[in-house]
């Protein structure tokens, strides 16, 4: 399984961006996607994530941040409005469910990309 995360990049305080992340290969079904921004020296935490029953967000986040999902393309996408310097990190993708009609599980990481928001 291979996901590819794109969007990142450099906005002044206020301004958004809109992250995306995609799997391909052995995907079968994808119960959870979820993005988790990552600072150096820091664990991952997560942000966002989207399943059949609804969607969750971290406490900072909240009102600001949407993450959507098209089920046929196998993405999700991560609307980020309002953006804060706190806000800036390495954003990666997490997707959990099942690679084939076996269930056997799917746990992949994307390869993350930056988020740089200047004061």
């Known amino acids: 399984v291979q996901l590819q995360a794109f969007g990142g990049g450099s906005v002044r305080a206020g301004g958004s961006l809109r992250l995306s992340c995609s799997a391909s290969g052995s995907v079968f079904r994808i119960n959870v996607m979820g993005w988790y921004p990552q600072l150096p020296e820091k664990s991952r935490e997560l942000v966002a994530l989207i399943t059949d029953a609804g969607t969750r967000y971290g406490d900072s986040v909240k009102g600001r941040f949407t993450i959507s999902r098209d089920k046929a393309k196998n993405t999700a996408y991560l609307q980020m409005n309002s953006l804060k310097p706190e806000d800036r990190a390495v954003y990666y993708c997490?997707?959990?469910?099942?690679?084939?009609?076996?269930?056997?599980?799917?746990?992949?990481w994307g390869h993350g990309t930056q988020v740089t928001v200047s004061s």
């Open positions: 997490n997707v959990d469910g099942f690679k084939d009609s076996d269930y056997n599980s799917l746990d992949a």
